[in-house]
């Protein structure tokens, strides 16, 4: 199984902060590459698939880039909706897999 | 709108099984993949196993060591997922996810989740 870890496992950070969350895999997955948010007792939802695109509905300033087995998601301004635990999958090879999640904090 | 529905919640006892249903409706069923993932209190997102609703073929993470079998019922656009032996481990959000015609694609659209918890 591929193995996919995120960093840092926790992030304090202000509204209005710029910041980066990282992922990698122990091999490469080219782009396939998804991140999710998710918030406590909600659905996860998706912010970000084939390591760039943007789902409809999903605010620009959040974007994502890497290729291979590095990848970055980027909030460019947060807001206070952001605050949530991320977390990155590959899709590449079965069994996909999840990275172990990022907590994103105030 | 792409819209999937969930069984209800369960309680039930460590050796049991449990069946959860997702029901699909917005597209035609048959085009979209469905992934079932769980989440455990306090634990992050886990991903179980895929399934191509037009064949019928699966599969699984090994993670369960064969206790997960996820089936589809194109009569109804329902995906079913079984697991069994169930183990106070297993006690967790379950989700049905997919919206992509790609078995590599991406989980556009999640089911509410399902609480099953497992207690003697």
């Known amino acids: 199984d591929i193995q996919m870890t995120q960093s840092p496992p926790s992030l304090s950070a202000s509204v209005g902060d710029r910041v980066t969350l990282s992922c990698r895999a122990n091999q490469s997955i080219n782009t396939y590459l998804n991140w999710y948010q998710e918030k406590p007792g909600k659905v996860p939802n998706l912010l970000i698939y084939?390591?760039?695109s943007l789902p409809s509905g999903v605010p620009t300033r959040f974007s994502g880039s890497g290729s291979g087995t590095d990848f970055t998601l980027t909030i460019s301004s947060l807001q206070p909706e952001d605050f949530a635990t991320y977390y990155c999958?590959?899709?590449?090879?079965?069994?996909?897999?999840f990275g172990q999640g990022t907590k994103l904090e105030i | 709108q792409v819209q999937l529905v969930q069984s209800g919640p369960e309680v039930t006892k460590p050796g049991a099984s449990v069946n959860i249903s997702c029901k699909a409706s917005?597209?035609?069923?048959?085009?979209?993949?469905m992934q079932w993932v769980r989440q455990a209190p306090g634990q992050g997102l886990e991903w179980m196993g895929i399934?191509?609703?037009?064949?019928?073929?699966?599969s699984y993470t090994q993670n369960f060591q064969g206790r997960v079998i996820i089936t589809r019922d194109t009569s109804t656009s329902t995906v079913h997922m079984e697991l069994s032996s169930l183990r106070s481990e297993d006690t967790a959000v379950y989700y049905c996810?997919?919206?992509?015609?790609?078995?590599?694609?991406?989980?556009?659209?999640w089911g509410q989740g399902t609480l099953v918890t497992v207690s003697s």
């Open positions: 399934i191509n609703p037009s064949g019928g073929s699966a």
């Open positions: 996810a997919g919206g992509s015609g790609s078995y590599r694609g991406p989980m556009f659209h």
């Open positions: 084939t390591a760039s």
């Open positions: 999958q590959q899709s590449y090879s079965l069994p996909y897999t």
């Open positions: 917005g597209y035609t069923f048959t085009h979209y993949y």
